[in-house]
């Protein structure tokens, strides 16, 4: 055979196979032994980035598939990127429920996919289960249900952590605030508030994402008398705000932040934390070798998938839906998942502290610290902190 | 209030080194580099990844990321001299889009995007008086920029490369004739410039927040300062700088005004255009 007609050959080849995939599909979840599409929306590319929440779920759907999926069905799971861009998330959602025929959304990790694509949801009657719900649509939905704790409760985790179990007063809360969040952060103090009677020493929500230096802010709540920060910032920011407290000679300074900063990279850039840093981690804390994270840290070893709070986000989301997924007798379609997401029963996972269930927040979280000096995070309770407990 | 104020210096102090660089430059090379903070970050990003992974020690590494950040200079500066010797001060400026974004990009790509653990080089309060805190990064930034600016002065009036330099920017065709060679010349201000850029960031960099993105648009504050001096004089961007440094820490300490800080630069470019403007009609401004 010559050149030319190998190459045809092959391309003909590839054009069948192709379109046999196509017809597989196609059918969406009619046939049985058809694939279980389903879908997310993430961030990938952009200034701020959520990978590891959809990588781990993926991961897990593959095992799940390797072990003979459900039933020898398996699952196509779908993860498109919406770069942090309203018009492409919207396309996005539309593209994996309406031409996919995704039965449900899964692991999803974006900086603005639940405010923008929840209507939609509604519309067509399909749940979300992000791993990681980061804006504040993904916590006002009836059809989004995420698996982590969230930057609002998180939020009041960290204040009732400070005021109650470390004994502080003099809390000045800082808000980096993105989008409309101001009211929800809002409710989140006052649900603070009501629970311990304590209020902040003033709320400055006029700190930006992404200064250069944010030595002035440090400054001002450090000549208003302020002894602990809480402050919501994404993990470059958080750097900066230490740096400034550093370069201050501002050394007694008690740090309450949120789980966006539990990771090693901020640990390793952190030389003087103050008083120490503290964060109510919204999953089983990932730096201490244990048990409960094990089957998640070998998954995720094995992919070669960074260990932070967003792998283990997406993983649970991912080992949640496949549970359900098992439990519905019958037709596996948008409907029947819906519904049985909707019925089900509460979860327990180790890894988190509030059993899982469609619709209920997440609303614990494991205190950990940030010393000075030992550039490494560190467990400081034996069990869950539980917002009003 | 004072504390404040003081606490913008350090900000102050390194729009003043970026602001002299970018005078320098639009002087010198008819250019406004949009890249010279990128530069000083890519750099600065180096510098980390040389003690990082190859082990340096910090002073090796830091020196070698101060090349790194020259070099890179010298190369927009070599596309500048070489392809775009004849064009405008407008095109030229243009093309340093190019370099800033791409720099943006690459360090995305070789360092990743997260901000990087820089080992300071100087941290800590230098003094305080009267309650109020000096960091020595503050001394550092607003020495670094009234040194560079008065060397550079010396530099283009007592040397003879100074007075060929003046040249080049004043009559750049009669300077030809006489035979001053104009490419090696003004590859060497880009060179230079870079490397200033790239020590300042490293200074600054541990200090606060670190990420690509965040260093790169100090260039517009750094503009902002070199306005003032309406890109001419470097007295003025130095002054500059640190006006709007200042006034950044102090607008933070005011509620009702706090959140002017994030469009202060813009604010401060605004108002130095309107004012520079101020007796020029409509047809003649234009």
Do not use: H
Not at chain 1, 13 to 37: E, H, K, Q, R, W
């Amino acid at each position: 055979m010559n050149k030319r007609a190998s190459g045809t050959a092959a391309l003909i080849a590839v054009a069948a196979l192709t379109l046999a995939g196509c017809t597989g599909a196609g059918d969406g979840s009619g046939g049985d032994g058809a694939p279980i599409v389903v879908g997310s929306v993430n961030t990938i590319s952009g200034p701020a980035t959520f990978p590891e929440a959809s990588q781990a779920a993926a991961a897990v759907f593959d095992a799940f598939n390797e072990a003979g999926g459900l039933d020898g069905r398996t699952i196509d799971y779908k993860t498109l990127d919406d770069k942090g861009d309203p018009a492409t998330a919207t396309a996005s959602a539309r593209e994996l429920v309406g031409s996919d025929g995704a039965v449900a959304l899964v692991g999803s990790a974006s900086l603005i996919e639940c405010e923008i694509n929840a209507k939609y949801y509604e519309q067509e009657g399909i749940l979300s289960l992000p791993g990681i719900g980061v804006d504040t649509g993904c916590f006002a939905s009836d059809n989004i249900s995420p698996a982590n704790v969230g930057p609002f409760n998180d939020m009041t985790l960290t204040l009732q952590y400070g005021s109650e179990v470390l004994g502080l007063d003099d809390i000045c809360i800082l808000l980096e605030i993105a989008g409309s969040t101001r009211p929800t952060y809002q409710a989140a103090i006052d649900k603070w508030t009501e629970i311990t009677g304590k209020e902040p020493k003033y709320v400055d929500d006029t700190v930006p994402y992404g200064a250069s230096d944010y030595t002035p802010y440090i400054v001002k709540a450090r000549d208003q008398g302020c002894k602990a920060l809480a402050i919501n910032p994404v993990e470059p920011d958080a750097i900066g705000q230490v740096k400034a407290a550093n370069a201050q000679g501002w050394d007694d300074v008690t740090w309450l932040y949120l789980t966006s900063v539990y990771s090693e990279n901020f640990a390793d850039a952190i030389d003087n934390a103050g008083a120490g840093i503290y964060v109510p981690a919204e999953f089983y804390p990932f730096t201490d070798d244990n048990e409960i994270n094990a089957d998640w840290r070998a998954l995720m070893e094995k992919n070669d998938i960074a260990l932070t709070s967003f792998s283990q986000g997406g993983y649970l989301a991912a080992t949640y839906f496949i549970e359900v997924l098992k439990s519905i007798d019958g037709d596996i379609t948008r409907e029947s998942v819906s519904e049985a997401l909707k019925s089900m029963d509460p979860i327990e996972n180790p890894m988190v502290g509030t059993p899982f269930a469609f619709g209920t927040q997440n609303t614990a979280g494991w205190p950990i610290i940030l010393k000075s000096g030992t550039n490494a995070w560190e467990k400081v309770a034996d069990d869950w902190l539980r917002i009003g407990e | 209030m004072l504390q404040g104020a003081i606490a913008g210096l350090a900000a102050g102090g390194l729009y003043a080194v970026l602001g002299v660089c970018l005078t320098l430059m639009s002087r010198l090379v008819r250019v406004v580099n949009f890249a010279q903070a990128a530069t000083g970050m890519f750099g600065a990003f180096s510098a980390v990844w040389f003690v990082r992974e190859l082990d340096l020690p910090i002073w090796l590494g830091s020196v070698l990321g101060v090349l790194v950040a020259g070099l890179l200079s010298a190369a927009i500066g070599f596309i500048a001299a070489t392809w775009l010797s004849e064009a405008s001060t407008t095109t030229r400026s243009a093309m340093t889009v190019g370099p800033l974004l791409l720099l943006i990009s690459m360090s995305f790509i070789l360092f990743g995007n997260k901000p990087q653990p820089f080992t300071p080089i100087i941290a800590g309060p230098a003094f305080s008086f009267g309650g109020v805190v000096i960091s020595q990064v503050t001394v550092a930034t607003v020495a670094m920029a009234i040194v560079t600016a008065i060397v550079v002065r010396i530099v283009l009036r007592r040397t003879r490369v100074g007075t060929q330099l003046r040249a080049l920017s004043e009559r750049p065709t009669t300077a030809e004739l006489l035979g001053i060679r104009s490419r090696p010349l003004s590859i060497a201000v880009w060179f230079v410039t870079g490397v200033i850029s790239a020590m300042a960031i490293m200074i600054v960099a541990p200090s606060q927040s670190n990420d690509a993105t965040s260093l790169s648009m100090l260039i517009v504050p750094a503009a902002a300062a070199a306005l003032l001096g309406g890109f001419r004089r470097l007295d003025l961007a130095v002054i500059g700088g640190i006006v709007l440094g200042v006034l950044g820490g102090l607008v933070a300490q005011i509620d009702e005004v706090a959140l002017v800080r994030n469009f202060l630069p813009f604010l401060f470019i605004v108002v130095l255009l309107l004012w520079t403007q101020r007796k020029e009609v409509w047809d003649a401004a234009r």
